[in-house]
């Protein structure tokens, strides 16, 4: 009955991609077939061509974009994080309060070697009991893909993935194009949709509604992303994650600080997007880092996920 039930709930987790998937395919119908090969005249070609000569290309980075983002899987903290079962023993056992005193000493000593720098606000070390690991800084465990992810944003049900540090760059791309698609559809569609509104000649209205409907559409998700492109734009350039902007990082005593990983509007733009201008604006992996370990105003000298035992970058090539 359980897997039933987590089965239905995996399915109906993607009527939301569905969705966004049909209403791109309904607007390429719309703008394609409604607006360039029915409604414009036959005598404006060049018009047509020229349409559709920009239409695609945007409509291409738009859906690499967008499966960029559903299908790259957020990536998970290194197996040395990860407590074997000798270390997990006496902190499930732990009942009274002198037990949680030393399994809170335990963390501190299994967490020394590993490249952690955040804590909890009480100061103790953050360990996911649903996933047996410590944490690394800027990771968080996502009750909706029931692991910890490195560098967690949020869980978005419009791609069905969680946003994190290996794709965050896919979900602000997908918002970017998704708004350039949006504004080119609006502003194309905008003098027949007002020819066609006003003076309701030349092809039937039923014929049109197709275009009639395109820039009402294009317009109300025009503004809707917008805001939330908007809104990580403004993230990006602080170097903060959504969850961060809510909850701030917690440093071994330093306290709160939500600008902590703040280095300069430059900088902070690199660390996800990469040093290579090229690959800005390309759905390419070019975020610099490993995911596990970050550069902080403070700039605490702790030894580099490289340097661990068997330690490899792996998430990033």
């Known amino acids: 009955m359980v897997s039933a039930l987590d089965c239905c709930f995996k399915t109906t987790r993607w009527f939301p991609v569905v969705f966004i998937v049909a209403v791109i395919g309904w607007s390429y119908y719309a703008y ?11 005598e ?18 738009f859906l690499w974009a967008y499966y960029k983002i559903v299908y790259t899987e957020p990536k998970g903290p ?55 690991c410590l944490k690394p800084d800027r990771a968080h465990h996502c009750s909706i893909c029931k692991k910890c992810v490195l560098k967690m944003d949020h869980h978005c049900p419009w791609v069905n993935n ?15 194009y998704a708004e350039i698609y949006c504004l080119f559809v609006a502003f194309t569609d ?42 990580h734009i403004y993230l990006i350039l602080r170097n903060q994650s959504t969850l961060e902007s809510f909850r701030p990082p917690v440093l071994k005593n ?29 759905p390419v992996v070019s975020c610099k880092g490993d995911g596990v370990t970050y550069p902080s105003r403070y700039d605490h000298q702790i030894p580099s996920y490289n340097s661990l035992e068997n330690g490899r970058n792996t998430l990033v090539p």
């Open 32 to 42: 394609v077939v409604q607006l360039i090969a029915l409604t414009i005249a036959e």
């Open 44 to 61: 404006s070609m060049a018009e047509k061509v020229i349409l559709g000569l920009l239409y695609h290309p945007i409509l291409f980075m």
């Open 78 to 132: 290194p197996m040395q994080f990860y407590l074997t079962t000798d270390q997990i023993t006496p902190l499930l056992q732990a009942e009274s309060d002198d037990d949680r005193e030393k399994g809170a000493e335990l963390l501190e000593q299994y967490v020394k070697p590993l490249p952690v720098c955040s804590r909890t606000f009480s100061q103790g070390v953050r360990y996911c009991e649903l996933c047996k």
């Open 162 to 176: 969680c946003v994190s540090f290996i794709n965050y760059k896919f979900f602000f791309l997908f918002l970017f």
């Open 190 to 231: 905008l003098k027949y949709f007002i020819a066609l509104w006003a003076s309701r000649r030349g092809p039937s209205l039923d014929m049109n509604f197709h275009v009639l409907f395109l820039f009402i559409v294009a317009i109300m998700f025009a503004f809707s992303v917008f805001g939330l492109l908007s809104y």
């Open 254 to 282: 330093l306290g709160p600080d939500k600008h902590v990983f703040d280095l300069g509007k430059k900088r902070n733009w690199r660390e996800v997007f990469g040093d290579n201008p090229k690959l800005w604006f390309l």
